[in-house]
């Protein structure tokens, strides 16, 4: 996977770093003074790129930095994370199974195992949750996570290449399209240093083959962290790491017998550390309760057009009108048609592709970058916005498990891993200074169109009441409330209060993954007179007096043996008071920003 020892300039004052691949190019030791003194001066460029990445990502975010705590990317997938990010620290303070949860969607609860809960994420964020509660810690999150996923592919291509191709790297895999659709609130999906750590590691099980069991045991820790955030991206890596060995077996046939024994032993060590720090949570995922079977998501639907790859979104800031316009005809949620390069970056990899076929990196990844695109237009082609009906590869993949709740356009993240090795390399290969201007000028050319537009925030502000004192004294400690508006897909905001409220009451209703009647896969409990009468109202389809008429409405809201029902701020809210005064059987009182009925009491 590289071309023997790389004599090409690094950080200043650096040696010569070895860079041994399938031919296996010699240098100096591991542990030699030269690498050592290498190493040490690595560091301070490393710091200061991932200083740059953080500004360059705050910058992107700045909008969520001036109202921190108010203002967040993403909508009601925002509300979600930041619901987990308080729930996992407060679960485990208490002795909770941090992988299920009684307190959302009463009286069945959740498993979080379906629901995409990152607990890695929200362990490691628990100092700023308990300062500074959920929403803040979704925010740092979701501002570090293009910086730090940048930073990871940074550090992995320096293996291979000196510190400003490598940084190029980063910068293209951190500031992807992918990225930026991403983190409007998909925070297990853009919290991806995984892949690039995946590719240093597999470099070194089945290309240097040093220390397998170590190489083994860290991989093993590398998986299980990555399933602890996002299932998905761990089983869609896995997919492309196949599609890479099998590319790297066909171009390298007769090193596969040499190295196949000591590679399979490492894999081994890896899926026996992965299979002991995983056998909690999946064993809560598959054998506990409230689990799914089905697909989660509806297929055929997010997946790439044909005509993706060049045809700009709504999230480039540089584009026609007419070609964004086009952009929104494709399947699937504008955020996830994430696989645009545009055509001058298409013809520099597809340049880079032929001018150095011989670079053993390069000869790796240009056919990765045409599988990895062929798979993410799905299991049939797309061209247009319009299913033509023709299978393509993707329909076979999904008929096996896991992958069938994957969504084939997230694979673009691949497509931009592999697309800025080839972009580094070429970098790092060039020599003569007058190239190297022209070379810095097609690069920033093929760059600059996928420059991100303006994210668009909202704000996500919580009533005094659940933040004050107030909650306490009105809903002891374990008590049931029904949180208004009821929280479901489209309107998930009560969520976010109860996480604000420190966890204090359960309550019916969630935007999360439980099992309907079937035991499929479902976004939202199962419909029922009260949440039906309760949107219907929040939307205005209908009014409190017709929904009372609805047959067994008030008998729903009584099995629920409700302490109380809080009300927040709300679109149709006089209705909505109208609506439960008359189920609760009387009238409630304002307090702080919310309307409350406390029931059971005199």
Not at 9 to 17: E, F, I, K, M, R
Not at 347 to 368: E, G, K, S, T
Not at 408 to 415: G, K, T
Not at 477 to 485: D, F, I, R, Y
Request: hydrophobic content about 50%; aromatic content about 8%.
């Amino acid at each position: 996977m590289s071309t023997g020892v790389r004599t090409a300039p690094g950080d200043a004052g650096s040696t010569p770093t070895p860079t041994p691949g399938l031919g296996l190019g010699l240098g100096p030791g591991a542990g030699s003074p030269e690498v050592l003194l290498a190493r040490t001066r690595r560091w301070p460029v490393a710091l200061a790129v991932l200083v740059a990445f953080c500004a360059l990502s705050a910058l992107l975010f700045r909008d969520g930095w001036t109202d921190l705590g108010t203002t967040v990317y993403g909508g009601g997938d925002a509300v979600l994370f930041s619901w987990y990010l308080g729930w996992t620290p407060y679960a485990l303070a208490h002795g909770l199974n941090p992988f299920v949860t009684q307190l959302l969607n009463v009286p069945d609860g959740v498993n979080i195992m379906w629901s995409t809960g990152v607990p890695l994420l929200g362990v490691l964020a628990t100092p700023i949750t308990a300062l500074a509660g959920p929403l803040v810690a979704f925010q740092v999150l979701t501002t570090l996570a293009p910086a730090l996923s940048g930073w990871a592919m940074f550090l992995a291509m320096r293996r291979w290449t000196a510190a400003l191709p490598a940084a190029v790297a980063g910068l293209l895999y951190g500031f992807s399209p992918y990225m930026i659709g991403a983190s409007y609130g998909h925070l297990h999906l853009s919290f991806v240093p995984f892949p690039p750590i995946l590719l240093l590691l597999m470099d070194d099980l089945l290309v240097r083959q040093r220390s397998t069991r170590r190489t083994g045991v860290l991989l093993g820790v590398a998986v299980a962290a990555q399933a602890l955030v996002s299932e998905e991206v761990l089983a869609t890596s896995a997919v492309v790491t196949v599609v890479a060995i099998a590319i790297l077996c066909l171009q390298h046939r007769d090193q596969v017998r040499i190295r196949a024994a000591a590679a399979v032993r490492g894999l081994a060590v890896c899926a026996g550390v992965a299979t002991a720090l995983l056998a909690w949570p999946l064993a809560t995922q598959f054998f506990g309760p409230q689990r799914v079977h089905g697909s989660i998501q509806p297929p055929d639907v997010a997946v790439s057009d044909l005509l993706t790859f060049v045809t700009p979104t709504p999230l480039q800031a540089l584009g026609p009108d007419f070609a964004v316009r086009e952009s929104l005809t494709f399947t699937g949620n504008a955020v996830e048609v994430s696989g645009y390069l545009g055509l001058p970056m298409l013809a520099l990899l597809a340049f880079i592709a032929v001018r150095l076929r011989r670079n053993r990196l390069v000869a790796l990844c240009a056919p990765l970058c045409v599988a990895v695109a062929v798979l993410s237009l799905g299991p049939h082609l797309h061209v247009g916005g319009h299913n033509t009906g023709i299978p393509l590869p993707w329909r076979v993949l999904e008929l096996g498990p896991v992958l069938h709740n994957a969504l084939p356009s997230r694979l673009s993240l691949y497509l931009v891993l592999a697309a800025g090795i080839m972009v580094a390399v070429w970098l790092d290969q060039v020599r003569p200074p007058r190239i190297r201007a022209v070379t810095a000028g097609v690069s920033v050319t093929a760059l600059v169109p996928l420059l991100p537009a303006t994210l668009l925030a909202f704000s996500a502000a919580t009533p005094s009441f659940f933040t004050g004192s107030q909650v306490k004294e009105a809903l002891p400690e374990g008590s049931t409330a029904l949180v208004v508006p009821y929280p479901y897909p489209q309107q998930n905001v009560a969520m976010l209060w109860q996480a604000q409220a420190g966890f204090r009451f359960a309550m019916p209703g969630c935007y999360c993954t439980v099992p309907d009647r079937n035991g499929r896969s479902s976004f939202h409990p199962e419909v029922d007179p009260l949440n039906s009468a309760l949107i219907a109202v929040a939307t205005g389809s209908t009014t409190a007096d017709a929904t009372l008429q609805q047959p067994g409405l008030q008998a729903t809201f009584d099995r629920f043996g409700l302490d109380a029902v809080v009300l927040g701020p709300s679109d149709h809210h006089d209705e909505l008071v109208r609506l439960l005064t008359a189920l609760a059987g009387r009238p409630g009182r304002h307090v702080d920003g919310v309307d409350l009925w406390l029931l059971g009491m005199p």
